[in-house]
């Protein structure tokens, strides 16, 4: 029955994980048309989608963090909770540990602060509608 749910009666954890899981599927196949194969951990990506440095590993995290997020939203409200708050709270370590990563040479997502301030704007409303919404 999870699978035949409308819009009309997704939970607010599906929708967000339905949503932002689209969105990261996109802008890791967006990533591959702009990086290619070459670089695959360069700590400092060579390339840029817009102000977010990427590379190779880069985007295929994204692609797999998206569609995780879609899946699980489509599995249903329990499922879409779940892993939201999950990667959320990855997130929010992605982006604290970002923070004294970007100029390093252990930086092998090619994560510059931009990058940062998304992983924790992203953190902090995954883990919001996560934990709040039921």
Do not use: C, W
């Amino acid at each position: 029955m999870a699978n035949n749910v409308t819009t009309a009666t997704r939970t607010p954890n599906q929708l967000l994980g339905l949503v932002f899981g689209v969105v990261y599927i996109l802008v890791g196949l967006v990533g591959f048309a702009i990086t290619g194969a070459g670089g695959f951990a360069a700590h400092d990506g060579g390339h840029k989608l817009i102000l977010f440095e990427i590379n190779p590993l880069h985007n295929i995290v994204h692609l797999a963090v998206g569609a995780l997020l879609a899946l699980a939203a489509v599995r249903g409200a329990a499922s879409a909770r779940a892993v939201n708050t999950l990667v959320g709270a990855v997130y929010l370590a992605v982006g604290v540990v970002g923070l004294f990563l970007t100029s390093s040479e252990a930086n092998i997502l090619a994560l510059n602060h931009p990058d940062n301030g998304l992983h924790l704007a992203s953190a902090l409303i995954l883990l919001g509608i996560g934990r709040a919404a039921r």
